[in-house]
């Protein structure tokens, strides 16, 4: 074997620290004042106390900071972590999880966006009530909700966060997690808390940036692209004899397809009908129904806006290949030993985990391959994006118990209750997130991505089939949709149940695991589950009585240019109306309030009363909010767009097929 394809193995020295001069130091100091200035800058200039202020707010962005956000929200440390990891453990393979994306944003902005907006909502959870009516559908996709920020989006991210801090600074992985949780709740007081889309565009910026000097930094040290395709093949790391496991050379081989985007459909570790179909239903659930992506489309000035921040988004999601997985493919080149570890003892020593190293593939080359001052920057943007993402997942969750499940239970509930109970759902929420760290570590032999895409695939495909099926097929009604979603939830449960029961093993380590539970790839269930549940879905809708026309003007697609006033299935008795009532006399009594309180009422916009509306005015705002009308020539630049998009999409799954 070539010797320029190992490195010194072993981890490094006892206390040594890689972040630990003045350069990387003063990089991540500047870089955290710049992302607070853009958030204070945005959170004064914004008007954050109207009715609807948010969406109001909204309908005003431009297609640029929508298509960059859109990206920068997908986009975190959990991607950086499990795409080059899987990248080092398996190549390119993985890069097809990015470029699904390409066809599913142009479906986002030509064919869900123009629903949402003509049904007039604000949230995923309303416009199915809208749809279906009654409130059981609510809570059920509340709760899953909750279940999902936990499983794959809260744990995940604290772990690759956790894994940055660990291979920077020496820490033990759970003191990491302390101090990560630590710096985000200083983080959410002090940070751009209405400039998320701001603050998530000069991320990008930044992203970008700082991953295309990482990559050309690797692709210098390993001579260029088609050296690095000779010399991964033969990254074999050194050290593969245990005193108690017999380990197979398949274990340590780099696979034979690495560099094949398109994979045997029953022996690859990414089949390719997996790859293409059942990728695409999950990414239908992600992209087209996940409310943090919709909200950003609902944000902006009308449709063509949205489609040219769907095709922005598109085009950047094609750099996740070169700056993610490539990069992770070189960093097994250069750091074999440890990236490549096979030994569970040795692979413990290296990365705190047994199953394997390949996780620290992209901190390893941050870390060892980045100069002083780079190295600070990639790993200020590696943690501030986790942190943004990880505050609004914490207020996204507490505002949904909270509003969606805390009201219910408690009906009478005061205010100062709801925000007691959203505040300590949230200390909840993080306590559970860090328990499960653990089995993020060993699901899927520690493979981060595959960990995150297998969960999603469990419980995401019944979701994307109610909407799918909720937006193109008028004739299903919700006892149908329910049942559907019931079934399909407890066939994903045993599943998943199942699988970390039971252990999906490692290569090194098999599982006694069943074949029907374990040897059904995830992405082949995914697809299974997706057909069960809309089988489910139109046998109950199709014995049962249909939804009137008149209930679903305007929220599905054969009724989507109807001009007909909608009458709503049933009236809302969500809202806590005793609440409502006690909150609007506090607001007329005028009370004596402290100087300090009057600061705390600024910064968080409460001091910001909302303006009385006209009736005609609140008519226009209805219009406005509901409009997916277009100027024909940007329309036609948008149309146009799309098709040249998915030209290269095409291209691109050719070439590296």
């Not at 130091?25 to 106390?49: E, K, P, T």
């Not at 089939?465 to 937006?471: E, K, P």
Request: charged residues 15%; proline residues 4%; aromatic residues 12%.
């Amino acid at each position: 074997m070539d010797s320029a394809t190992t490195s010194t193995p072993g981890p490094e020295p006892e206390g040594s620290v890689a972040i630990n001069n003045p350069a990387d130091i003063s990089v991540i100091v500047i870089y955290f004042l710049v992302v607070l200035a853009v958030g204070i800058w945005a959170m004064v200039r914004s008007n954050r106390g109207t009715v609807g202020g948010f969406f109001l707010a909204g309908r005003s962005m431009s297609w640029w900071p929508i298509g960059a956000s859109l990206f920068a929200s997908n986009i975190g440390s959990g991607h950086f972590v499990g795409l080059a990891g899987n990248g080092a453990a398996g190549g390119i393979a993985t890069g097809g999880f990015e470029w699904n994306a390409l066809v599913i944003v142009i479906v986002l902005g030509w064919l869900f966006v123009p629903i949402y907006v003509k049904a007039g909502v604000v949230t995923m959870p309303e416009y199915l009530k809208k749809r279906f009516g009654g409130n059981r559908i609510r809570i059920y996709l509340s709760t899953l909700s909750l279940f999902l920020y936990i499983f794959t989006k809260i744990s995940a991210d604290m772990f690759s966060g956790a894994i940055f801090i660990r291979e920077a600074l020496g820490l033990n992985l759970y003191v990491a997690v302390v101090i990560l949780l630590s710096i985000t709740a200083l983080y959410t007081v002090t940070g751009g808390l209405a400039a998320v889309i701001y603050t998530d565009t000069l991320q990008t910026i930044i992203m970008v940036v700082g991953s295309f000097i990482l990559m050309g930094f690797a692709f210098n040290e390993v001579g260029g692209y088609e050296a690095m395709k000779g010399k991964y093949m033969n990254a074999i790391t050194s050290q593969t004899t245990d005193p108690v496991l017999n380990i197979s050379a398949e274990c340590y081989t780099p696979r034979a397809d690495s560099f094949h985007l398109l994979r045997d459909p029953l022996t690859a570790d990414l089949p390719w009908p997996g790859l293409i179909f059942g990728l695409s239903i999950l990414a239908i659930w992600y992209w087209c129904t996940d409310q943090v992506i919709v909200q950003r489309c609902l944000s902006a000035k009308n449709m063509s806006h949205v489609k040219a921040g769907c095709i922005l988004c598109g085009y950047l999601k094609l750099l996740p290949m070169y700056l993610m997985v490539f990069p992770g493919m070189i960093s097994r080149i250069l750091y074999t030993d440890v990236i490549g570890c096979v030994v569970p003892s040795l692979c413990k020593e290296y990365c705190d985990t047994e199953v394997g190293c390949s996780n620290i593939a992209y901190p390893t080359l941050v870390v060892k391959l980045m100069p002083a001052g780079l190295r600070g920057l990639m790993l200020s943007v590696m943690l501030a994006s986790l942190m943004s993402s990880l505050t609004s997942i914490f207020n996204s969750a507490s505002t949904i118990f909270t509003m969606d499940i805390w009201t219910k239970i408690r009906p009478r509930a005061m205010e100062k209750e709801l925000m007691l109970a959203g505040r300590v759902f949230t200390l909840v929420l993080i306590g559970i997130s860090i328990a499960w760290i653990p089995v993020v570590q060993k699901a899927q032999s520690g493979k981060l991505f595959d960990y995150i895409q297998s969960i999603t695939s469990y419980l995401g495909p019944p979701i994307a089939s109610i909407f799918l099926m909720g937006i193109f097929v008028k004739r299903i009604n919700e006892q149908g949709a329910f049942w559907g979603l019931m079934i399909g939830l407890v066939i994903g449960l045993s599943r998943m149940i199942s699988e970390f029961v039971l252990n999906t093993g490692s290569c090194v380590k098999p599982s006694n695991c069943p074949f029907i539970i374990c040897g059904i790839h995830y992405l082949y269930f995914a697809l299974i589950l997706f057909a069960v549940t809309c089988l489910i879905v139109l046998s109950i809708s199709f014995l049962t009585k249909p939804i009137e026309d008149k209930h679903l003007y305007r929220l599905c697609w054969a009724l989507r240019n109807s001009t007909e006033v909608r009458e709503d299935l049933d009236m809302d008795t969500w809202k806590n109306n005793d609440n409502e009532s006690k909150m609007e006399v506090e607001e007329d009594t005028p009370k004596e309030v402290p100087c300090w309180k009057k600061t705390y009422n600024w910064f968080c916009g409460f001091d910001q009363k909302s303006p009385k509306l006209t009736k005609e005015e609140e008519e226009k705002l209805k219009e406005k909010m509901t409009d997916i009308s277009e100027i024909p020539l940007w329309r036609n630049v948008v149309n146009i767009n799309a098709i040249i998009l998915l030209s290269v999409c095409v291209f691109f799954w050719a070439f590296y097929a």
